[in-house]
């Protein structure tokens, strides 16, 4: 009765194991869009283009900054040609940075531009896309309705209906497995834990789950009938 | 307390175990789903929000605003509501936004969060979740909104805990040995759907965990024999069915099966049967009056479109059939194409039932994950198909639980069959039938397969049980990590 005990906690703990190895550790190692906010998001159904000419500017405001607010990311329409440059200029209290992209983005291509994050976390921001170049160009927003948010989007300081969809990135390319304590700060957010307190919750799950498993097997297994 | 201190102790460690793997699970599902993003969570939230705060059920049909105002300023001014099936969207997780809603509860009147009259989706709903919900949101310290959702979770965690302990017993029933016991336990411990129901409010696993009690008791009482005591808690719990879910009216025939089943294994006297089930039918009966005056002017019919019977008229036998059998099999020739968007078995038992669909719908494992659970399901039948008829003369003496648990899965997915058929004869889009209504037959599951690998040579059925166990936890880990992504990442 001992070997099959032990042939369950082997098993459970093998497969998982496994699994773990071949599956788990390439997930969390997969380079993925680092979200740091999304003040608007994109549209995940209907598409409400936003459009700024040649000298134009798109502003939307509501924007709370961070230090882990290292890249601005928008969609854009460029109706087919190239996209023309832009210039981003992000702003709060206490705040700014401005940065260009030179252009060049193919039709429905991400604009990811580059920004200096701010030194602590800091609302009530702006951020503008100045079209610097000689053909208009359309960035994704969403209709109102449920999608859109508190924040007004402006094109040439003139308030638009649509909300302009942008995404604040800690990073354009970075694995989860690396980003695992702000992963865990951002659950802790709103709720009565800490950062550590998930952590801690994690490396049970990850640790006290399987092993939990294993060991109610081996004391099932072993244990005598009931009268 | 002594007596606290000795039935703690008489507890079985292999399942403290797995209610403690459970309780790390919820927990975890629970903080890995953001505030208010599981299905129809905000509208759950609102019932609670306002049977706590004014002691009466919102409206289905009329009202000024379906949610309190500390819910909809998370909703629309925080972002919540515009995250619900955004997988490009994130909650908000700044210090600042913290603050902001802070300030903003602070500044809301009195009685703001119970200001959600209606018309609310889910108000057709009995109250009795929602009653036991409102329990934690008077409770929490505080009064905040974040904390009351908090703790509401907590709660539904404990309804996971409850059914873990009822596969526990139930899987006692049937089998003297502790591994099936702990491997149908262990099941429905490490489901990722349950444990993602478990995370959230919604009304389901609360009729999971009844289920799960009357699913043991009325085993029990075929084993043991009719009592009055033991058909009146029956028929609470049919009653506790019904006053939780529409969909728990679908437990109202396995009352008088389980009372006839127990009957029919001890014959007991006719005083103790006229008792029991003269007991019986007054619990029901004073169960169906409080339903009545409970609901009375809560806007509505009989469970609303929840349990759509619709109208009568277009009810085609054969279409029916024909349905069910396309929602299992390909579809003959002679056949007319299903009613209704292209989903069946794959979909609902598959995807969002034994491997799970997280967030309100739009979190998925992937792929191959739904392909393996396919594969296992299907060994797993066959299996149980083999040794219920390779050992068919110890399945013959265990023949009331069979009966009670093969008529409890003939009775929810006949009547998820018929509610989704007669919505969709009658002109609705939705088929009414998703995965999480299955969840009432978790426990099946879970004794299914402890059963299946009890009919395994002994040196096998431990390894059966720890792969699938085992790759179970996995998948639960995987379900988290994948919404902690979508949601934090």
Redesign the interface.
């Known amino acids: 009765m001992r070997?099959?005990?032990i042939?369950?906690?082997?098993?459970?703990?093998?497969?998982?194991l496994l699994?773990?190895l071949f599956?788990?550790l390439p997930?969390l190692q997969d380079g993925?869009e680092?979200?740091d906010?999304?003040p608007t998001?994109?549209p995940?159904a209907d598409l409400a283009p936003v459009t700024v000419r040649p000298g134009q500017q798109a502003c939307v405001s509501g924007i709370?900054y961070?230090p882990q607010s290292r890249y601005v990311l928008v969609e854009v329409r460029s109706g087919g040609h190239p996209s023309p440059p832009i210039v981003v200029r992000a702003s709060a209290p206490g705040y700014a940075a401005t940065a260009l992209h030179p252009g060049g983005i193919a039709d429905n291509g991400l604009l990811i531009v580059p920004i200096r994050p701010a030194s602590h976390?800091?609302?009530g921001g702006t951020l503008c896309l100045r079209n610097a170049g000689r053909v208009a160009i359309d960035f994704f927003g969403?209709p109102p309705g449920?999608?859109?948010?508190?924040s007004v989007t402006t094109v040439a300081g003139k308030p638009v209906t649509a909300d302009l969809?942008v995404?604040l990135l800690a990073s354009p390319n970075a694995s989860?497995g690396s980003?695992l304590g702000d992963?865990f700060?951002?659950?802790a957010?709103?709720?009565?834990?800490t950062g550590w307190e998930?952590w801690i919750?994690?490396l049970?799950?990850?640790l006290?789950?399987?092993g939990?498993?294993?060991?109610?097997?081996w004391?099932?297994?072993g244990?005598a009938?009931?009268? | 307390m002594n007596r606290i201190r000795a039935a703690l102790h008489r507890v079985?460690?292999?399942l403290a175990?797995?209610l403690?793997?459970a309780a790390?699970?919820s927990?975890?599902w629970s903080?890995?789903t953001a505030?208010l993003q599981g299905p129809d969570e905000t509208e759950h939230v609102a019932y609670v929000a306002h049977l706590a705060e004014t002691g009466s059920i919102p409206s289905s049909t009329t009202g000024n605003q379906i949610y309190g105002l500390d819910e909809a300023g998370a909703l629309?001014?925080l972002?919540y509501?515009?995250?619900?099936?955004?997988?490009?969207?994130?909650?908000?997780?700044?210090?600042?936004?913290?603050q902001?809603?802070r300030n903003f509860e602070a500044q809301l009147p009195a009685g703001a969060p119970g200001a959600g009259d209606g018309p609310n989706s889910v108000a057709k709903n009995p109250p009795l979740y929602y009653a036991y919900q409102a329990i934690g949101w008077t409770l929490t310290p505080g009064g905040r909104f974040?904390?009351r959702l908090?703790v509401m979770r907590l709660l539904s965690g404990l309804l996971l805990l409850a059914t873990v302990v009822f596969t526990w017993l139930l899987a006692?029933e049937i089998s003297?040995?502790?591994?099936p016991?702990?491997v149908a336990a262990?099941v429905v411990a490490?489901l990722p759907m349950a444990g993602f129901m478990s995370g959230i409010v919604n009304t389901d696993i609360g009729l999971t965990a009844i289920w799960a009690c009357f699913l043991w008791l009325a085993v029990r009482t075929a084993r043991l024999g009719l009592s009055w005591q033991r058909s009146a808690l029956l028929a609470l719990l049919t009653v506790a069915s019904v006053l939780t879910h529409g969909r728990g009216l679908a437990i109202v025939p396995l009352l008088p099966l389980a009372l006839v089943v127990a009957w029919a294994r001890r014959r007991p006297s006719g005083r103790t049967t006229l008792l029991s089930a003269g007991v019986a039918a007054g619990v029901a009966l004073v169960g169906l009056l409080a339903y009545k005056v409970v609901t009375a002017g809560a806007g509505g019919g009989l469970y609303g479109g929840e349990v759509n019977l619709g109208n009568s008229s277009a009810f085609s036998v054969r279409q029916f059939l024909s349905s069910i059998w396309q929602f299992y099999l390909p579809r003959l020739d002679s056949m007319q194409p299903h009613l209704g968007p292209a989903i069946g078995y794959r979909q609902v038992f598959i995807q969002q039932f034994l491997g799970g669909v997280f967030g309100s719908y739009e979190v998925y494992l992937?792929y191959?994950a739904y392909d393996l659970i396919q594969v296992a399901a299907m060994l797993l039948l066959v299996l149980l198909y083999t040794v219920l008829v390779v050992r068919f003369a110890a399945v013959r003496r265990r023949w009331p639980a069979l009966v009670i648990l093969a008529a409890a899965v003939v009775c929810l997915l006949g009547f998820l069959h018929l509610a989704s058929y007669r919505a969709l004869v009658n002109g609705s889009g939705d088929p009414l039938i998703t995965g999480r209504y299955l969840l009432p037959l978790i426990p099946i599951v879970g004794t299914g397969a402890a059963a299946a690998f009890a009919g395994l040579p002994?040196?096998m059925?431990?390894?059966?049980?720890?792969?699938l166990?085992?790759?179970m936890?996995?998948l639960?880990?995987?379900g988290?990590?994948v919404t902690?992504?979508r949601f934090?990442?």
């Open positions: 070997r099959a005990a042939a369950g906690v082997v098993s459970a703990l093998g497969v998982f699994l773990f599956k788990g997930y993925r680092a979200i906010a999304t998001v994109l995940s709370t961070g976390a800091v609302g969403v449920r999608s859109s948010s508190p969809g995404t989860i980003r992963v700060d951002h659950v957010a709103f709720r009565p834990v998930v919750l994690a049970l799950v990850v006290g789950v399987p939990g498993i294993a060991f109610a097997l004391r099932s297994t244990a009938p009931r009268e | 079985p460690l292999s175990v797995l403690a793997v790390v699970l927990l975890s903080l890995a505030p629309d001014g972002g509501g515009r995250l619900l099936q955004n997988r490009t969207a994130r909650p908000p997780w700044s210090p600042v936004d913290e902001n809603f974040f904390g908090f006692g003297r040995r502790r591994l016991q702990t262990g490490l992937p191959w002994r040196r059925e431990p390894i059966a049980a720890g792969v166990l085992g790759g936890s996995f639960s880990l995987a988290i990590a902690l992504e934090y990442a």
